[in-house]
């Protein structure tokens, strides 16, 4: 097989940026299949600490002398027999444009925000059509989640996150938990009448336990599925209007039509479609968890969120831990997900900056089958807060210095 430089050589460096942004995406395709053999998986065990490179190609490599190794030079760990250097301006150059062209959008924000806030008011009006025909999916509260509410999300605002927590499970006196594979994996026992009542058919081992929280989470999308086919859901935006769309998938879609006045020259009158978009909504079932204080006594519990935790509270979703438990009741997963939400927030404009950079180019940009299929956003975040959060401290000046060292914990956990 030709080595990477053989198979693709690299443009001169007197090339523009603009043609190198152009074309990063098929050189990190190149990278990739220079590693279709040693995928994120397979260099957990490998000697060759260096095999992340493949995920460092955003940087202008070059294959050209070093002048002075001490001096504005930087080497980048590489496949053996590839010695590439770089100059850290260019990469700093780079990585502004790649964020400048793939993570920020010109965006109308009024707008953005009426189509977000109203996004929100016919989610409410089809979760409370659904709590009214089956109690078992009565909401308590609506939890904003996902990257739209941290502020990393890369591209228009066409997708969100949202836990809704269902309201006759959450009630202290509801139910009681107890541990299964680990401390953060909860056997569910319900121990209210009433409530016994109406999760009946979700009861196992003797009537006392949640089951299977894919049968739940089954049932609930088929009963938003009717909501929506029994009658319409739309809503009037300040420039435009947002509809339901019955769909057969878990997710909720909602369509977006923007629209504007004609001017008095056209023949025809009022309002014409302006724009269109498909809004994705991803719901995540959930209880609230009846007793915090369990929760930080757990081991790898962040002890410098304790009083973000007593604040937010934390929340127990239908996540499996995919284990057979039968005929014991299953697993259901704690999350922080709120703290985690408050966490991004707050996070600096440096680490937000790194962390769509590397969405952008890592998972964002490159379809192929080998594309590195075990790294997702959520694994980015992870390595991001322990970047952030972590016993050593962050000292880097530029993005591009916080991206390497995530990129490098990356290597070396997963």
Partial sequence: ???????YPLPPIEESFAALNERYSQLVF???FDYIH????????NNSRSDIAFLIVFDQIFDRPAVDSSKAWFYLPVPPGHTRMIKLPMREKFLERVYKEKCTFQLDHEEVNDVENKTLQILRDILDNVGRANPAFKIWEIIKSGSFYEGTKVGPPDEFDFMIVFENLSRKESIELETGCTPWFQKIKVVDADVKTIYNKYLTHKKEYLGETSKMVYDFWKQLLSVLKEKPFSIETRKGKITAIPNHKQKLLLKYVGSCMLSPSDNSHGLVPKDSIEIGIDLMPAIKHPNVSTVMSYSGFPKQFKCDLQETGCHIISKSCHKDHFPDPPCW?????????????NMDEKHKKAYKVLKSLVIGEINYPGKCINLSSYMLKTALMFHVHGDVQCSGTHFGDCIEN???YLGSNF
């Fill in 38 to 45: 040693c995928d994120l998986c397979q260099t957990r065990n």
């Fill in 333 to 345: 997963f704690i999350t922080l997900a709120a703290i985690e939400l408050k966490t991004m927030q």
């Fill in 406 to 408: 995530i990129l490098s």
């Fill in 30 to 32: 190149i990278l990739y």
């Fill in 1 to 7: 097989m030709k080595s990477f430089k053989d198979a």
